[in-house]
T-cell receptor, first 112, second 113 residues
Framework: NAGVTQTPKFRILKIGQSMTLQCTQD?????MYWYRQDPGMGLKLIYY???????DKGEVPNGYNVSRSTTEDFPLRLELAAPSQTSVYFC???????????FGPGTRLTVT | QQQVKQSPQSLIVQKGGISIINCAYE??????FPWYQQFPGKGPALLIA?????SEKKEGRFTISFNKSAKQFSLHIMDSQPGDSATYFC????????????FGRGTSLIVHP
């Protein structure tokens, strides 16, 4: 099992550009999550999904969109990149009934 | 509102010493308290976790101490090693909801050889 994979690993965007951060898991987990991590601020939840076709906002959803068409994939879309979205983004998944979340390796995004 | 407060923000320990990281929570409904370990350039990974019906859990050199009345829990790393150098996050989870963790802000631990 590859676990949770994320692409790209690094990306530099110009202000106003758009991009999609990809996340795929091969553990057949229903629950998937997107977090952003900023220095000294911990992990903030952006969006989460409890299964294909079902998504919900987390603590910091503004400026982002998600979709969940399959169990495996949970892409995160940035429509109009802003410097405030410079961060490291982590995708995670979880099996129902279990507390542990499995994290991907992250995408480091810089918006200039 | 920060529901889980973690301290210290950074910690430097000599090899063989004890590392202690503390967390305090506010919501008494939380019923699961994990610690995640994150190495540079990697995603967090579950290290150890505890439920509030026990006061201590030990796994190798890692121990969680839990004080329900004080709403505090801490991670103790005995015989700290340079390979333990990482960022540690505490979290609290409410199982009655969607199992979404509330994370502390993290502690950067450096263990000098």
């Amino acid at each position: 099992n590859a676990g949770v994979t994320q692409t790209p690993k690094f990306r530099i965007l110009k202000i106003g550009q758009s991009m999609t951060l990809q996340c795929t898991q091969d553990m057949n987990h229903n629950y998937m999550y997107w977090y952003r991590q900023d220095p000294g601020m911990g992990l903030k939840l952006i969006y989460y999904s409890v299964g294909a076709g079902i998504t919900d906002k987390g603590e910091v959803p503004n400026g982002y969109n998600v979709s969940r068409s399959t169990t495996e994939d949970f892409p995160l879309r940035l429509e109009l990149a802003a410097p405030s979205q410079t961060s490291v983004y982590f995708c995670a998944s979880r099996n129902p009934g279990y507390y542990e979340q499995y994290f991907g390796p992250g995408t480091r995004l810089t918006v200039t | 509102q920060q529901q889980v407060k973690q301290s210290p923000q950074s910690l430097i320990v000599q090899k063989g010493g004890i590392s202690i990281i503390n967390c305090a929570y506010e919501n008494t409904a939380f019923d699961y308290f994990p610690w995640y370990q994150q190495f540079p350039g990697k995603g967090p990974a579950l290290l150890i976790a505890i439920r509030p019906d026990v006061s201590e859990k030990k796994e190798g050199r890692f121990t969680i101490s839990f004080n329900k009345s004080a709403k505090q829990f801490s991670l103790h790393i005995m015989d700290s090693q340079p390979g333990d150098s990482a960022t540690y996050f505490c979290a609290a989870i409410l199982s009655g909801g969607s199992y979404i963790p509330t994370f502390g802000r993290g502690t950067s631990l450096i263990v000098h050889p």
